[in-house]
């Protein structure tokens, strides 16, 4: 494939190491019938083995690379190049995963965007930076925004973990593969569940009383009660409480 030089914004760091992806195709388990939507296919190297086992949409938002794809692949007939923001894309197609090697600037974006969308993905095999799987992944004590943002969606799972040695150019981290898999969603509202994460997690290092009564505008000892009845320390920290926990304190009434 053409020589093209990455450009730094838009995180560009083409995954060269074919072992790697093989280990994402396998993950994927992908059939014929199935369709793949690939954000960022950059130099092609995840692409040209994606093509072998499902119909592709490739979104690439970089006009040169898109025209050298447009090229490269002129002959294929079950690949779809699009040259747009991933951000903006609205998928039409049903029944579709989504296959990519994020760029880093984008990660949680795109994670969030195709999780909150009617029209969900059957599921996400993605490389994305290591620290940001292991957020996403992660579980009380150590519970985050981003990882409630996924969870209470989905399923995420870290498969395995990647040298940034597989990349050109070699970023500053290691990465991972991880899969999220979405499941029902549970019957709240989910304006009322950000609101409350954001107040609960917006001074980390203060309990949670002082933050939920600050964020909220309630009385602080209402916030008390509500949480002694919900088993929960009003001294504790927002990162200690798991996603059910959170899901109690709206159902018990916190949010008016």
């Given at each position: 494939?053409?020589?093209?030089?990455?450009?730094?914004r838009?995180?560009?760091?083409?995954?060269?190491?074919?072992?790697?992806?093989?280990?994402?195709?396998?993950t994927?388990?992908?059939?014929?019938?199935?369709?793949?939507?690939?954000?960022?296919?950059?130099?092609?190297a995840?692409?040209?083995?994606?093509?072998?086992?499902?119909k592709?949409?490739?979104?690439?938002?970089?006009?040169?690379?898109?025209?050298?794809?447009?090229?490269?692949?002129?002959?294929?007939?079950?690949?779809?190049?699009?040259n747009?923001?991933?951000?903006?894309?609205?998928?039409?197609?049903?029944?579709?995963?989504?296959?990519?090697?994020?760029?880093?600037?984008?990660?949680?974006?795109v994670?969030?965007?195709?999780?909150?969308?009617?029209?969900?993905?059957?599921?996400?095999?993605?490389i994305i930076?290591?620290?940001?799987?292991?957020?996403?992944?992660?579980?009380?004590?150590?519970?985050?925004?981003?990882?409630?943002?996924?969870?209470i969606?989905?399923?995420p799972?870290?498969?395995?973990?990647?040298?940034?040695?597989?990349?050109?150019?070699?970023?500053?981290?290691?990465?991972?593969?991880?899969?999220?898999?979405?499941?029902?969603?549970?019957?709240?509202n989910?304006?009322?569940?950000?609101?409350?994460?954001k107040?609960?997690?917006?001074?980390p290092r203060?309990?949670?009383?002082?933050?939920?009564?600050?964020?909220?505008?309630l009385?602080?000892e209402?916030i008390?009660?509500?949480?002694?009845?919900?088993?929960?320390?009003?001294?504790a920290?927002?990162?200690?409480l798991s996603?059910?926990?959170?899901?109690?304190l709206?159902?018990?009434?916190?949010?008016?």
């Amino acid at each position: 494939m053409n020589k093209i030089k990455p450009i730094k914004r838009l995180g560009q760091n083409f995954l060269i190491n074919k072992k790697i992806i093989k280990k994402v195709i396998n993950t994927a388990n992908l059939k014929p019938q199935d369709t793949v939507l690939e954000i960022g296919p950059g130099m092609a190297a995840l692409t040209q083995e994606l093509i072998k086992k499902a119909k592709v949409i490739a979104i690439e938002k970089d006009y040169r690379l898109y025209q050298i794809l447009q090229q490269r692949f002129r002959d294929f007939k079950n690949i779809e190049i699009i040259n747009q923001d991933a951000l903006k894309y609205d998928p039409k197609i049903k029944n579709y995963k989504i296959v990519a090697n994020l760029p880093f600037y984008i990660t949680a974006p795109v994670i969030r965007k195709f999780l909150e969308i009617k029209n969900q993905p059957k599921e996400m095999v993605l490389i994305i930076q290591k620290e940001v799987a292991q957020r996403i992944c992660a579980k009380p004590p150590d519970m985050n925004i981003l990882a409630l943002s996924v969870q209470i969606y989905s399923k995420p799972e870290i498969i395995s973990y990647i040298s940034k040695r597989s990349f050109s150019p070699v970023p500053k981290v290691d990465s991972a593969i991880i899969k999220i898999t979405p499941h029902k969603n549970y019957r709240i509202n989910k304006d009322d569940f950000f609101k409350i994460i954001k107040a609960g997690f917006s001074h980390p290092r203060k309990q949670l009383a002082n933050n939920l009564a600050k964020g909220l505008k309630l009385n602080k000892e209402e916030i008390n009660s509500l949480l002694k009845k919900n088993n929960i320390n009003p001294k504790a920290r927002a990162e200690s409480l798991s996603i059910n926990d959170w899901l109690q304190l709206i159902k018990s009434g916190i949010i008016f």
